[in-house]
């Protein structure tokens, strides 16, 4: 099972980015589904990003244009760039992995198609 380790997260006022690194403990690249997922208090963890073992992404309506998945397979690493944060996108980020659900990469649900998460860091956007 492939250990994942986020980083990067933190408190930014509104309008500000940051970027969330995710390392895994093996390659990758070409083999797994990675996404990065999001659950604030009191709501379920929903998909926020992917990337296809070909490359391919998918984004949450909501941060489409704002955010951007990348690897950096030398590195065995995913980052999550959050640009023009708001308020609604506070919350708990995870990065995941999956070598065997490709219809889940697309759709990024359910979320339990994923079997390998990180502890999770968090990220506060204040007005």
């Known amino acids: 099972q492939v250990q994942l380790v986020e980083s990067g997260g933190g408190s930014v006022q509104a309008g500000g980015s940051l970027r969330l690194s995710c390392t895994a403990s093996?390659?990758?690249?070409?083999?797994?589904?990675m996404g990065w997922f999001r659950q604030a208090p009191g709501k379920e963890r929903e998909g926020v990003a992917t990337i296809e073992p070909d490359g391919s992404t998918t984004y949450l309506d909501s941060v489409g244009g704002r955010f951007t998945i990348s690897q950096d397979n030398t590195k065995n690493t995913l980052y999550l760039q959050m640009n023009s944060l708001k308020p609604e996108d506070t919350a708990m980020y995870y990065c995941a992995a999956e070598p065997r659900a490709p219809l889940s990469c697309v759709t990024m649900r359910p979320v339990t198609a994923f079997g390998a998460w990180g502890q999770g860091t968090q990220v506060t956007v204040s007005s």
């Open positions: 093996t390659y990758t690249h070409y083999r797994y589904c």
